[in-house]
């Protein structure tokens, strides 16, 4: 590799990371307003109760889920309506504390800003 060619990875890398603390440092921020504060977790929850996407054997992939608040919806209204072998599994770049409040007994796999839940 060229002296350019690692300079340029090199400050694409700590770009990367500075994206990275930004949305980890907000992400607390995030969910006490919009999630907590607006409601926007208690809107989605009723859109999806209201909704036909919630299916037995359903596989949900959240793809950049931030604090999770999607997957933790559809995840708890999946066991409410007895969803059996539903699958969900979700991921983003930040390092947040992601799915608190999931049920325990779920197999829970975390690495480095990722989570994944599978019922």
């Known amino acids: 590799m060229t002296h350019k060619n ?5 400050r694409q890398n700590e770009s990367r990371e500075k994206v990275k603390q930004l949305y980890t440092e907000r992400a607390s921020f995030y969910d006490r307003f919009f999630i907590n504060f607006l409601g926007w977790g208690r809107e989605l929850e009723a859109f999806f109760r209201e909704s036909d996407y919630l299916a ?3 596989k949900v992939l959240d793809a950049g889920c931030g604090t999770g608040i999607v997957t933790k919806v559809l995840y708890k209204l999946a066991l409410e309506k ?5 699958s ?3 991921f983003d770049l930040t390092e947040v504390e992601h799915f608190q409040g999931v049920d325990k007994g779920t197999r829970c796999s975390e690495h480095r800003g990722e ?3 599978r019922t």
């Open 82 to 86: 007895s969803c059996e072998k539903s």
């Open 88 to 90: 969900f599994c979700a």
């Open 6 to 10: 690692q300079t340029e990875t090199q």
């Open 115 to 117: 989570a994944s839940r």
């Open 56 to 58: 037995p054997n359903m």
